[in-house]
């Protein structure tokens, strides 16, 4: 990862660190990196290093709550407003008035919010992990997920200030992670609580993050905790009504969609007819390419770098 700058930008109430690497002065070939929870901007690590030896100048915050970025103490200030209110300040800072955008879990949420509400600062969008899904005006998503999980289930149970964090504590920051990176199984995420305890055994790492890495990821979370994080999920009923106004709106904006096929994102109810049979391309008229990548999990972008990294390439390359 040799000449990544990191440096820390003041914008919109908040320090952001960004890590970055890349020409500064080519004119349409920024590339904004957008992570998820439970991550940071070295989720991005492959991407910045390969995108940026394509001549493109990758850009990976690590979004507010979260690692060297302030973390504001009021659960009210994780809103998708806030967020993308820092991701615009971000650009105006760097004085990029136009970039692609690539978004995963968090991110990925983020960045169809930020293409619905300012598709003029993004000239096209790769998005992993979580396809767009429209606002349901009848319930919120955390209702919704209540009705078809139970109380139990993680977006649920994160609802309340505190109780994820102490449970993810009774276990440690290092094991917590390992759990929540080692999860395979689609169909048994880390779902309800019971999932988050450890079992006692050594849980062995997949062959595409090191200790090392883990180490990285655990030292920010040790210092910071999670709760930054995990606001995000507590003001998902308050985003689902501040995005009143924007009921019906479309993503006009080219995209391309990257999921695992063992991503539980890929498994809830009826979303891979929504994805491949028409009401996806209907909510993102400009939707270009669905990829399915076979045998791969949740963090794709680091348990398949370079093919996620060609990916992103081969269509960003169109837009120049």
């Given at each position: 990862m040799e000449g990544i700058v990191h440096r820390t930008v003041e914008i919109n109430g908040i320090a952001m660190h960004v890590a970055e690497k890349g020409p500064v002065d080519g004119a349409g070939t920024g590339i904004l990196l957008l992570h998820g929870f439970p991550e940071l901007w070295y989720s991005w690590r492959h991407q910045i290093v390969g995108l940026a030896a394509r001549g493109y100048?990758?850009?990976?915050?690590?979004?507010?709550?979260?690692?060297?970025?302030?973390?504001?103490?009021?659960?009210?200030?994780?809103?998708?407003?806030?967020?993308?209110?820092?991701?615009?300040?971000?650009?105006?800072?760097?004085?990029?008035?136009?970039?692609?955008?690539?978004?995963?879990?968090?991110?990925?949420?983020?960045?169809?919010?930020?293409?619905?509400?300012?598709?003029?600062?993004?000239?096209?969008?790769?998005?992993?992990s979580v396809a767009h899904i429209p606002r349901d005006p009848s319930v919120s998503l955390v209702h919704h997920f209540k009705h078809l999980y139970g109380d139990n289930y993680y977006v649920c149970r994160f609802?309340?200030?505190?109780?994820?964090?102490?449970?993810?504590?009774?276990?440690?920051?290092?094991?917590?992670?390992?759990?929540?990176?080692?999860?395979?199984?689609?169909?048994?995420?880390?779902?309800?609580h019971k999932d988050w305890h450890s079992t006692g055994e050594e849980i062995a790492l997949p062959s595409w993050l090191s200790e090392e890495d883990l180490d990285y990821y655990a030292s920010k979370f040790e210092k910071t905790g999670f709760t930054g994080g995990i606001n995000y999920y507590r003001c998902l009923d308050l985003n689902w009504e501040l995005t009143a106004p924007w009921a019906g709106a479309k993503i006009q904006v080219p995209t391309k969609f990257i999921v695992g096929d063992l991503d539980l994102t890929y498994h809830y109810p009826n979303i891979q007819d929504y994805i491949h049979k028409g009401g996806f391309k209907n909510e993102v008229p400009l939707l270009e390419e669905v990829v399915v990548l076979e045998g791969v999990g949740h963090f794709i972008q680091q348990e398949r770098a370079e093919e996620v990294t060609d990916h992103i390439y081969n269509f960003i390359k169109k837009f120049q």
């Open positions: 100048r990758a850009i990976a915050p690590d979004l507010r709550g979260y690692g060297d970025t302030s973390a504001p103490p009021s659960v009210n200030s994780y809103t998708v407003f806030h967020i993308i209110g820092d991701v615009i300040a971000l650009l105006d800072a760097l004085e990029l008035p136009q970039v692609f955008v690539v978004g995963h879990d968090w991110g990925a949420q983020i960045a169809w919010t930020l293409c619905m509400i300012r598709p003029d600062r993004v000239k096209a969008l790769v998005n992993t609802q309340e200030p505190g109780v994820a964090e102490a449970e993810f504590a009774k276990v440690g920051t290092k094991n917590a992670l390992r759990m929540m990176v080692t999860l395979r199984d689609p169909q048994q995420s880390f779902v309800t």
